[in-house]
């Protein structure tokens, strides 16, 4: 629980953009107890004090944006080995949370590796450095793509997750996505999207934040199965983790070309 042994390269507007009203509502205190302030200014720097601490501990121990990511259920992969394909990877946080819980598992982690969605300085170099902290780096393979239009063969892969990425794109896209990934699996192969959620814990951490449909209704489970049924993937699982709802979804052998026939 070190949100500083490994470098995601999250910007700190991210991860650590409540420290500053942290340190803001401790001078606050000291000031107004060393002047002898009216009670409501200690109240309300205590106030900020606490809310801000709590946003930190929800952003860096719940959400674990300097983590890597835990398994939302045990059903994926139950038997506990394969070919893992990690698309959308980033700086690695899925990739080395199936290594660690699958740890007969290899890791192919595909991305674009272009900067943005606040990961800072995005790049192959830092997965294999964050692979090599987590002392996996002998079961990674680090490759440049794009899940809408994969070069791997058919049914290549035992599981497939993808983590805060697929959702960054137009649903056309996902749809496009999601295509590939049923023809990249194995039959019986498991899928699990992890999708950005304004639930609770957001909305305390963060109560300024305007994107992720922040100000409408919390819909991106219903969403995300939807899309992965329309893609004849059987979904077996779905729930929400701070911050996050996620979906598993299995390919049960059907072909998707004869299908829409």
């Known amino acids: 629980m070190n949100p500083f042994k490994y470098d995601f390269g999250y910007e700190w507007q991210y991860a650590w953009i409540h420290v500053i009203p942290l340190a803001i509502s401790l001078i606050a205190i000291v000031v107004s107890v060393r002047r002898r302030s009216r ?10 004090g606490v809310w801000a601490l709590v946003s930190l501990a929800i952003v860096q121990f719940a959400m674990r944006i300097n983590l890597p990511l835990e398994l939302p259920t045990q059903a994926f992969l139950p038997k506990g080995s394969g070919r893992v394909l990690d698309l959308g990877a980033g700086s690695g946080r899925a990739t080395i949370m199936v290594l ?18 606040g990961i800072g300085q995005n790049s192959k170099e830092r997965l294999r450095a964050n692979a090599e902290i987590a002392g996996a780096a002998a079961r990674v393979d680090v490759q440049s793509g794009d899940m809408r239009e994969m070069a791997f063969q058919d049914a290549s892969f035992d599981a497939v997750v993808t983590s805060y990425a697929i959702d960054h794109m137009r649903q056309e896209d996902s749809v496009r996505a999601l295509r590939e990934i049923h023809r990249v699996l194995r039959d019986d192969g498991d899928l699990l999207i992890e999708v950005m959620e304004a639930d609770a814990y957001v909305h305390f951490a963060f109560p300024l934040l305007g994107a992720h449909g922040y100000f409408g209704p919390n819909n991106a489970e219903s ?32 072909n998707l070309s004869a299908r829409e026939e």
């Open 39 to 48: 009670p409501w200014v200690f109240v309300g720097a205590s106030v900020l």
């Open 100 to 117: 660690n819980e699958r740890p007969q598992t290899s890791v192919v982690a595909l991305d674009l590796f272009r900067e943005g969605y």
């Open 223 to 254: 969403h995300w199965r939807s899309l992965v049924e329309s893609a004849a993937l059987e979904v077996v699982e779905s729930g929400h983790v701070p911050g996050t709802a996620y979906v598993l979804a299995r390919k049960k052998g059907v």
